[in-house]
Each structure stands twice: as C-alpha cells, then as structure tokens.
C-alpha cells in the first residue's frame, strides 16, 4: 500500500514536505515504480502534479509547479517525498501518491489512468 502524509496548514509562501512510503510484497522491488503526486481540489478533476521515474534520473513537472516543488524518491525506504516551496492559495488540494510499475518505451506518466496504485491522499490547505 501506499501511505501519503505530512500535509497541513501553511500559510501563502511557506513551504511542507510530503512523504509517501510503500509497504507490502507488491512495492518489494520499489525501484521498478514510477511514482506520481496528484492532486484534487473541491469541486475539481484530479490533476497531474510531478512524477520521477524508478531510479529518480528522471522527473516531469506540471508547469503550474515548476520550480517551486521538488520531486525526490529514496529507493531505500520505499519512500517519495515532494517538497513544496512558495506555496501559493491555489496549492489547496488534497494530494494523492500514485505509483506504477515503470514501463520500457513508455515515457510519459501523466494521467490518472497511467497510475495502478494510489495512496489515501493528504490535506493541504494554504492559507493568505
């Protein structure tokens, strides 16, 4: 399973870590996942924030969250975790770890439908 955690209440600027860490025989060879980050607003879709491929040599942003969020994986504790800097009211969302066994040829892990497993989801709430 996926576990997501460390989201809050912060204010417009300030900054939370979000962690996700996987458990069970399914995530036993972690570095073979692609992890994602989503995340869902009220009364809106679920959308793509950031996703790190297996080894963490590669990352893809969403440009709403370019250069302000951080994507980082250690493979040692089966653990994701998202930095997120100058968090802005916009931000408010709860966010949801996704992961997916990474795939040769396939690049772009983007979607919702790209995602087999996915976490509980956290509340952050940024506040002006």
């Known amino acids: 399973q996926l576990q997501a955690y460390g989201g809050g209440l912060v204010q417009t600027g300030g900054s939370l870590r979000l962690s996700c860490a996987a458990s069970?025989?399914?995530?036993?060879?972690?570095?073979?996942?692609?992890l994602g980050w989503f995340r869902q607003a009220p009364g809106k879709e679920r959308e793509f924030v950031v996703s790190i491929s297996g080894s963490g040599g590669s990352t893809y942003y969403a440009d709403s969250v370019k250069g302000r969020f951080t994507i980082s994986r250690d493979n040692a504790k089966n653990t994701v975790y998202l930095q997120m800097n100058s968090l802005k009211s916009e931000d408010t969302a709860v966010y949801y770890c996704?992961?997916?066994?990474?795939?040769?040829?396939?690049?772009?892990?983007?979607?919702?439908?790209?995602?087999?497993?996915w976490g509980q989801g956290t509340q952050v709430t940024v506040s002006s």
């Open positions: 069970g025989r399914t995530f036993s060879l972690f570095g073979n996942f692609v």
């Open positions: 996704a992961a997916s066994v990474e795939s040769r040829g396939k690049y772009s892990y983007s979607t919702t439908e790209d995602y087999d497993y």
